[in-house]
């Protein structure tokens, strides 16, 4: 079977977007609007992209109505800052509670029930009970599209990393400590607590 993008409702392209590239991590991303308030909503149209220098990228999408913008874009064209927060299990309810489709005077970290710690170099808020967060800063904006479900794609150079006690030695991250989520197509999501190991053809790398 062969379905052409070009044949395709824009819903049903969403629809085939997520559920065939899965699972997809989630950044749950937090930002500051000009007026202060802290916002918090997860986004898995998103990846680390480069080691050297340090670039995650990940895309919001254009709202149907009003400017189009979703709260976190808004807030990282004023700010040129944000945190990307690691979804733990522990934490998956509040994320999907954060994904509420709210105005931006609303507190979200509120809504979810998580806790602001400050960021150290930026000013931006993190969710405290997140095991691993990276501070960021906006390194370039592209818009892929004007209609609705147009992705924004967004690059961030990380410039330090937060990890909890003992989830981390020698840089290597321990995966079952950090015991991340993933998301699949519609409400579905993935832990990573099944993994198994393949050794390269001619030795593993570290690329
Ligand atoms: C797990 C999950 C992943 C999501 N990923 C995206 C995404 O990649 N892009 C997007 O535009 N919306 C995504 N959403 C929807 C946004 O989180 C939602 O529109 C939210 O209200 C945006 O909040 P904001 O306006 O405060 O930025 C996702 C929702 C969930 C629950």
């Given at each position: 079977?062969?379905?052409?993008?070009?044949?395709?409702?824009?819903?049903?392209?969403?629809?085939?977007?997520?559920?065939?590239?899965?699972?997809?991590?989630?950044?749950?991303?937090?930002?500051?609007?000009?007026?202060?308030?802290?916002?918090?909503?997860?986004?898995?149209?998103?990846?680390?992209?480069?080691g050297d220098?340090p670039?995650?990228?990940?895309?919001?999408?254009?709202?149907?109505?009003?400017?189009?913008?979703?709260?976190?874009?808004?807030?990282?064209?004023?700010?040129?800052?944000?945190?990307?927060?690691?979804?733990?299990?522990?934490?998956?309810?509040?994320?999907?509670?954060?994904?509420?489709?709210?105005?931006?005077?609303?507190?979200?970290?509120?809504?979810?029930?998580?806790?602001?710690?400050?960021?150290?170099?930026?000013?931006?808020?993190?969710?405290?009970?997140?095991?691993a967060?990276?501070?960021?800063?906006?390194?370039?904006?592209?818009?892929?599209?004007?209609?609705?479900?147009?992705?924004?794609?967004?690059?961030?150079?990380?410039?330090c990393f937060?990890f909890?006690?003992?989830l981390v030695d020698n840089f290597k991250v321990d995966p079952?400590?950090?015991?991340?989520?993933?998301?699949?197509?519609?409400?579905?999501?993935?832990?990573?607590?099944?993994?198994?190991?393949?050794?390269?053809?001619?030795?593993?790398?570290k690329?």
């Open positions: 079977m062969i379905i052409k993008s070009e044949d395709t409702s824009p819903k049903d392209l969403y629809k085939l977007m997520i559920g065939m590239v899965v699972p997809r991590p989630i950044a749950w991303v937090s930002t500051v609007g000009e007026d202060g308030t802290n916002n918090l909503a997860p986004y898995s149209f998103f990846n680390a992209i480069s220098p670039v995650i990228c990940f895309a919001p999408s254009r709202k149907p109505a009003g400017d189009n913008k979703k709260d976190t874009l808004r807030n990282l064209e004023s700010s040129g800052v944000f945190v990307v927060n690691i979804v733990s299990e522990h934490l998956a309810e509040a994320m999907n509670q954060s994904a509420a489709d709210v105005p931006p005077e609303v507190d979200e970290f509120a809504l979810a029930g998580v806790s602001v710690e400050p960021a150290t170099m930026i000013q931006a808020p993190m969710v405290k009970e997140a095991l967060k990276m501070e960021c800063r906006v390194r370039q904006i592209i818009p892929l599209g004007d209609r609705p479900t147009s992705g924004i794609l967004v690059l961030g150079d990380v410039l937060h909890a006690e003992g079952s400590m950090l015991n991340a989520v993933g998301r699949m197509g519609g409400t579905s999501y993935c832990d990573t607590r099944h993994r198994f190991d393949l050794t390269r053809p001619g030795g593993n790398t690329l």
